[in-house]
């Protein structure tokens, strides 16, 4: 069993930074697939950033791409998303997710995910 606990959110201008946080609980932390996921109101959720294990390469939404980081400190059991350059359509609830033995191809997909945080709301508003 895995638990997962977000932090970071929060109220910004755009073009300001947020960092979230993401911290697992439970064994073998770095054989976990990670990922961030958002939802907007009355938007189904999307996929932001997924991470198969350490040393793979990290995949982000075309939405976020280059403005977005994922990193992951297996050491911590935590990974973390760095948002620069916010805009408003950023806005939304952040959740962390968290799978098993997930294939190259199903990164994104919200269903081959079996733990999930409670989520952290991140407002971009002047």
């Known amino acids: 069993q895995v638990q997962l606990v977000e932090s970071g959110g929060g109220l910004v201008p755009p073009g300001d930074s947020l960092r979230l946080s993401c911290k697992a609980s439970?064994?073998?932390?770095?054989?976990?697939?990670m990922a961030w996921f958002r939802q907007a109101p009355g938007m189904q959720r999307e996929f932001v950033a997924g991470?198969?294990?350490?040393?793979?390469?990290?995949y982000y939404s075309n939405s976020v791409k280059g403005r977005f980081t994922m990193s992951r400190v297996n050491a911590e059991n935590a990974v973390y998303l760095q948002m620069n350059s916010l805009k408003p359509e950023d806005t939304a609830v952040y959740f962390c997710a968290a799978g098993r033995r997930l294939i190259l191809s199903s990164v994104g997909q919200s269903s081959q995910y079996s733990y999930w945080g409670r989520g952290t709301q991140v407002t971009v508003s002047a």
């Open positions: 439970g064994d073998s932390f770095n054989t976990l697939t």
């Open positions: 991470n198969r294990r350490s040393g793979e390469t990290t």
